[in-house]
């Protein structure tokens, strides 16, 4: 199972990006893609997360800014991103719950998409 995150990139103050979260490989289901992040010198945390029932939580600081979307067809995830702050600014990490084809539940990560948000 392969996480391929993208749509970082350089924006600036109240700018938006959409960061897309693709799931490819030995896919029998996906419970859930959620959103964390890493600013520089900081630890990794959670963003937005959406339930396999399709409830959504957010962290504090992005309430009311990001929403968290899933195309199933696709077996995409999403986060838009509005009114982006510098303090925004990180690595965004995708990480999705995945039952195999052999039915094995794992979680995995993206390999992180780079969100710069300049003042």
């Known amino acids: 199972v392969q996480l391929q995150a993208s749509g970082g990139g350089v924006v600036q103050a109240g700018g938006s990006l959409r960061l897309s979260c693709a799931v490819s490989g030995s896919i029998r289901s996906i419970n859930t893609i959620n959103w964390y992040r890493q600013a520089p010198g900081k630890q990794r945390e959670v963003v937005a997360i959406r339930t396999s029932s399709g409830n959504t939580n957010y962290a504090d600081s992005v309430k009311g800014r990001f929403t968290i979307s899933r195309d199933n067809a696709r077996n995409t995830g999403y986060l838009q991103m509005n009114s982006l702050k510098p303090e925004d600014t990180g690595t965004y990490y995708c990480?999705?719950?995945?039952?195999?084809?052999?039915?094995?539940?794992?979680?995995?990560w993206g390999q992180g998409t780079l969100v710069t948000v300049s003042s």
């Open positions: 990480n999705a719950l995945v039952t195999t084809t052999w039915d094995k539940v794992s979680n995995y």
